[in-house]
T-cell receptor
Framework: ETGVTQSPTHLIKTRGQQVTLRCSSQ?????VSWYQQALGQGPQFIFQ???????GRGNFPPRFSGLQFPNYSSELNVNALELDDSALYLC???????????FGPGTRLLVL | DQQVKQNSPSLSVQEGRISILNCDYT??????FLWYKKYPAEGPTFLIS?????DKNEDGRFTVFLNKSAKHLSLHIVPSQPGDSAVYFC?????????FGPGTRLSVLP
């Protein structure tokens, strides 16, 4: 059974650029959630995808967008990067929007 | 507006003793509460959960207590082991929105 994987592990971008982060869900899981974790804080819910449709969204602006593919892998896109977007981005998968989520190791994004 | 609060940023406990991690919440609509632990350079790992209609759930060394009237829950770890040293997050679920607290760093001293 393959766990949740994320790529890349680290990324450096400059303000105003765009970034795409990728996540492969655990085998058999059809639900993917994305979180942003700033330094010293808990993860904050960005949005969730279930069977390729957005299924819930946290308090993030529209420049944060996502996709889920037929194989249930997912992308998080962030446009017009700001310095405050520097954070650890976590992806979590679950089965049928279940309460138990399995997290990947995260992508650490630094915006300069 | 912090819906989930963990007022102790850190906690140190001797090996073999009980660890008690506390969490307070403000959102009455949470239907489940979960605890996750996180080691450095890894994603959070699910530990234990409790439905909002229960007041206790136990799994091995881990027990979670829920006091709905006080909007308070706690995680008890007995006995504590050095491998339990990690950051612990209290999480409330409302719909498909999982709200994490800021975390408590537990250090179990040998």
């Amino acid at each position: 059974e393959t766990g949740v994987t994320q790529s890349p592990t680290h990324l450096i971008k400059t303000r105003g650029q765009q970034v795409t982060l990728r996540c492969s869900s655990q085998s058999g899981h059809n639900t993917v959630s994305w979180y942003q974790q700033a330094l010293g804080q808990g993860p904050q819910f960005i949005f969730q995808y279930y069977r390729e449709e957005e299924n819930g969204r946290g308090n993030f602006p529209p420049r944060f967008s996502g996709l889920q593919f037929p194989n249930y892998s997912s992308e998080l896109n962030v446009n017009a990067l700001e310095l405050d977007d520097s954070a650890l981005y976590l992806c979590a998968s679950s089965l049928d929007r279940g309460k138990t989520q399995y997290f990947g190791p995260g992508t650490r994004l630094l915006v300069l | 507006d912090q819906q989930v609060k963990q007022n102790s940023p850190s906690l140190s406990v001797q090996e073999g003793r009980i660890s008690i991690l506390n969490c307070d919440y403000t959102n009455s609509m949470f239907d489940y509460f979960l605890w996750y632990k996180k080691y450095p350079a890894e994603g959070p790992t699910f530990l234990i959960s409790i439905s909002s209609i229960k007041d206790k759930n136990e799994d091995g060394r881990f027990t979670v207590f829920l006091n709905k009237s006080a909007k308070h829950l706690s995680l008890h770890i007995v006995p504590s082991q050095p491998g339990d040293s990690a950051v612990y997050f209290c999480v409330g679920r409302g719909g498909q929105n999982f709200v994490f607290g800021p975390g408590t760093r537990l250090s179990v001293l040998p």
